[in-house]
């Protein structure tokens, strides 16, 4: 049986007396883009870094595609891509000098056609590759950023926020890219991001962490199917609130003439039930991950 | 493959400190014999010898007269305080890149890549040496540039004692980088691991020069590096040469140790 392509065992690390993660335990299949969200400081990055071996867990294990992150460190973090939040440049380089210097520490060539598909991808021209990266906007080092993360075809890809400053074409156009690895299904991706659009345009599961600790793990297919949906019904008039709701549907506040309902499944049942009632409008709230995550951190 | 490209990428960012250092000690010498030159032109060591000061005779002893003599005043050069100084800070700055890799983030750039962590470590250790022994291996081209196009060859100090000061200088800046290797290893910032480092350098110094004349001194002063680096002695041929070149590499390679050690299971 293959191995899962992230598997984390009750990692925990604690930095002094502040807790970055604790009992933290996740299972990511191959072939799968998961998002990874929280708020500031909820253990993100911690979780990466502990992934990639350049800080040390109090206890637990992680494996990248079967492999001990710590004690088969070289061998697993040449198994993935990754892209920092905060991307640390050399300022005196050039973009392209940076790439260069960056597939150099690679132990593999980077692929060339793949590379340029990526920069035609992202709209990194010759001259912009030619400027030194002191001279370059947040946007394009962050498009650089993405770039060198994806060049070297690694089976895991761990972005930290990776759309973060760029511009909605390039934020579609690494959209796109994601689309393609999915497609593929030889590239896993662990996107952590506060971008929920992003998240939910991109991702097949998420998982949310907060305090250090896991929270919830879904399928964003089944919670479009399963989350609760706002519906707003306006009437023409005034209508009594007590009328009875079919199981699923949950009154959540009631004027005379407008009803605030959140409700669970297939809307036929309360469309049935209310078909007799004076009905000037109706407007459903799609799902939005937003809400979702929301009450995880009310 | 790696470690080359690190290595490339260090010297790139200090080539203006490394040229800048071997030029300035190069010229330095050359200025050095020029001034010796015409000083022994114009029979004037004798009356130098009034001018060496005071405490200096009674710390130093006879030692104190070398350097009112040509090859005295030439050799000076080596264990002259700012050279000694500028040489180990270079060493020290060298050595503390590791802490900037963790500062900048850096370190996850490269670290995320299968690159042994090590690498860091011998990157910095590779440079600083390296850099310490060309810089140290222009001062004695200096040194004999200056000598050949100034001074006829039977007043030249022997070669034996250029090389031995010039060791003494580079293991002395060894001893040095590797204490900054180590601090950097151990730092999350680069400001704190430079300036411990060069703090201890200047410090060092003090102690050990102190230490010529102040008793209180002298049972601090063999814990540094300058202590092994007696550049009169070695002048006048009666310093212990192997022992204290002994002392300084060993030193070197402990700190070296202790910094791969460190920085092998630390958080980045």
């Given at each position: 049986?293959?191995?899962?392509?992230?598997?984390?065992?009750?990692l925990?690390?604690?930095?002094?007396?502040?807790?970055?993660?604790?009992?933290l335990s996740?299972?990511?299949?191959?072939?799968?883009?998961?998002?990874?969200l929280?708020?500031?400081?909820?253990?993100?990055?911690t979780?990466?870094?502990?992934l990639?071996?350049?800080?040390r867990?109090?206890?637990?294990?992680?494996?990248?595609?079967?492999?001990?992150?710590?004690?088969?460190?070289l061998?697993?973090r040449?198994?993935?891509?990754?892209?920092p939040g905060?991307?640390?440049v050399?300022?005196?380089l050039?973009?392209?000098?940076?790439?260069?210097f960056?597939?150099?520490?690679?132990?593999?060539?980077?692929?060339?056609?793949?590379?340029?598909?990526l920069?035609?991808?992202?709209?990194?021209s010759?001259?912009?590759l030619a400027?030194?990266?002191?001279q370059?906007?947040?946007?394009?080092?962050?498009?650089?950023?993405?770039?060198?993360?994806?060049?070297?075809?690694?089976?895991?890809?761990?972005?930290?926020?990776?759309t973060?400053?760029?511009?909605?074409?390039?934020?579609?156009?690494?959209?796109?890219?994601?689309?393609?690895?999915?497609?593929?299904?030889?590239?896993?991706?662990?996107?952590?991001s506060?971008?929920?659009t992003?998240?939910?345009?991109t991702?097949?599961?998420?998982?949310?962490i907060r305090?250090?600790?896991?929270?919830?793990?879904?399928?964003?297919?089944?919670?479009?199917?399963?989350?609760?949906?706002?519906?707003?019904?306006?009437f023409?008039?005034?209508?009594?609130?007590?009328?009875?709701?079919?199981?699923?549907?949950?009154?959540?506040?009631?004027?005379g003439?407008?009803?605030d309902?959140?409700?669970e499944?297939?809307?036929?049942?309360?469309?049935?039930?209310?078909?007799a009632?004076?009905?000037?409008d109706?407007?459903?709230?799609p799902?939005?991950l937003e809400?979702?995550v929301m009450?995880f951190?009310? | 493959?790696?470690?080359?490209?690190?290595?490339?990428?260090?010297?790139a960012?200090?080539?203006?400190?490394?040229?800048?250092?071997?030029?300035?000690?190069?010229?330095?010498?050359?200025?050095?014999?020029?001034?010796?030159?015409?000083?022994?032109?114009?029979?004037?060591?004798?009356?130098?010898?009034?001018?060496?000061?005071?405490?200096?005779?009674?710390?130093?002893?006879?030692?104190?007269?070398?350097?009112a003599?040509?090859t005295?005043?030439?050799?000076?050069?080596?264990?002259?305080?700012?050279?000694?100084?500028?040489?180990?800070?270079?060493?020290?700055?060298?050595a503390?890149?590791?802490?900037?890799?963790?500062?900048?983030?850096?370190?996850d750039?490269?670290?995320?890549?299968?690159?042994?962590?090590?690498?860091?470590?011998?990157?910095?250790?590779?440079?600083f040496m390296?850099a310490?022994?060309?810089?140290?291996?222009?001062m004695?081209?200096?040194?004999?540039?200056?000598?050949?196009?100034?001074?006829?060859?039977?007043?030249?100090?022997?070669?034996r004692?250029?090389?031995?000061?010039?060791?003494?200088?580079?293991?002395?800046?060894w001893?040095?980088?590797?204490?900054?290797?180590?601090?950097?290893?151990?730092?999350?910032?680069?400001?704190?691991?430079?300036?411990?480092?060069?703090?201890?350098?200047?410090?060092?110094?003090?102690?050990?020069f102190?230490?010529?004349?102040w008793?209180?001194?002298?049972?601090?002063?063999w814990?540094?590096?300058?202590?092994?680096?007696?550049?009169?002695?070695?002048v006048?041929g009666?310093?212990?040469?192997?022992?204290?070149?002994?002392v300084?590499?060993?030193?070197?390679?402990?700190?070296?140790g202790?910094?791969?050690?460190?920085?092998?299971?630390?958080?980045?």
């Amino acid at each position: 049986m293959s191995e899962p392509a992230i598997r984390i065992d009750g990692l925990t690390k604690y930095y002094g007396a502040v807790v970055g993660i604790e009992e933290l335990s996740l299972q990511v299949e191959r072939g799968e883009v998961f998002g990874f969200l929280g708020a500031n400081g909820a253990g993100k990055t911690t979780t990466i870094r502990l992934l990639l071996d350049l800080l040390r867990p109090s206890r637990g294990r992680a494996f990248v595609l079967g492999r001990d992150c710590h004690r088969e460190s070289l061998q697993t973090r040449r198994l993935i891509g990754y892209l920092p939040g905060d991307l640390p440049v050399y300022p005196d380089l050039t973009a392209g000098a940076y790439l260069g210097f960056l597939s150099r520490l690679d132990d593999r060539p980077v692929p060339a056609e793949y590379l340029r598909a990526l920069l035609r991808r992202f709209d990194v021209s010759d001259v912009d590759l030619a400027r030194r990266l002191r001279q370059q906007s947040h946007g394009m080092k962050q498009k650089i950023g993405i770039i060198q993360a994806l060049m070297a075809r690694r089976p895991l890809v761990v972005l930290d926020e990776p759309t973060a400053g760029l511009d909605p074409f390039m934020a579609q156009a690494f959209r796109e890219v994601v689309e393609e690895i999915r497609t593929q299904g030889d590239t896993t991706v662990f996107l952590s991001s506060h971008v929920l659009t992003e998240v939910e345009a991109t991702c097949d599961r998420v998982g949310i962490i907060r305090g250090g600790r896991i929270v919830n793990v879904s399928a964003l297919e089944d919670l479009r199917a399963r989350a609760p949906r706002r519906v707003i019904i306006q009437f023409s008039a005034p209508v009594a609130s007590s009328e009875s709701l079919p199981p699923g549907a949950l009154l959540r506040s009631a004027t005379g003439t407008q009803w605030d309902l959140d409700v669970e499944g297939p809307l036929g049942p309360l469309l049935q039930q209310i078909s007799a009632l004076p009905m000037k409008d109706i407007s459903v709230e799609p799902f939005s991950l937003e809400r979702h995550v929301m009450q995880f951190y009310a | 493959m790696s470690l080359r490209a690190l290595l490339f990428r260090s010297v790139a960012q200090s080539k203006y400190v490394l040229i800048g250092g071997a030029v300035v000690f190069c010229v330095f010498q050359v200025l050095l014999i020029a001034q010796a030159a015409e000083i022994e032109r114009s029979q004037a060591f004798g009356r130098m010898a009034e001018f060496v000061p005071a405490f200096l005779q009674r710390g130093l002893g006879s030692q104190a007269m070398l350097l009112a003599t040509f090859t005295g005043t030439v050799s000076f050069g080596y264990f002259h305080p700012i050279v000694v100084c500028i040489v180990s800070l270079i060493a020290v700055y060298l050595a503390t890149e590791p802490a900037h890799d963790v500062e900048s983030g850096l370190v996850d750039l490269v670290l995320a890549r299968a690159v042994p962590r090590r690498h860091l470590v011998t990157r910095s250790l590779v440079l600083f040496m390296i850099a310490t022994a060309l810089i140290v291996a222009l001062m004695v081209c200096g040194t004999y540039g200056g000598l050949r196009w100034m001074v006829p060859p039977s007043a030249w100090p022997s070669p034996r004692l250029i090389l031995l000061l010039a060791l003494h200088l580079v293991a002395a800046a060894w001893c040095c980088g590797a204490v900054g290797l180590f601090l950097a290893a151990s730092s999350q910032r680069w400001t704190t691991a430079f300036t411990t480092g060069a703090l201890l350098v200047i410090v060092g110094y003090l102690i050990d020069f102190l230490a010529i004349g102040w008793a209180p001194a002298r049972t601090l002063s063999w814990l540094f590096p300058f202590q092994y680096f007696p550049g009169l002695l070695i002048v006048g041929g009666t310093a212990h040469t192997a022992r204290d070149l002994t002392v300084l590499l060993t030193a070197t390679a402990t700190f070296v140790g202790l910094a791969y050690w460190r920085f092998e299971r630390r958080d980045l």
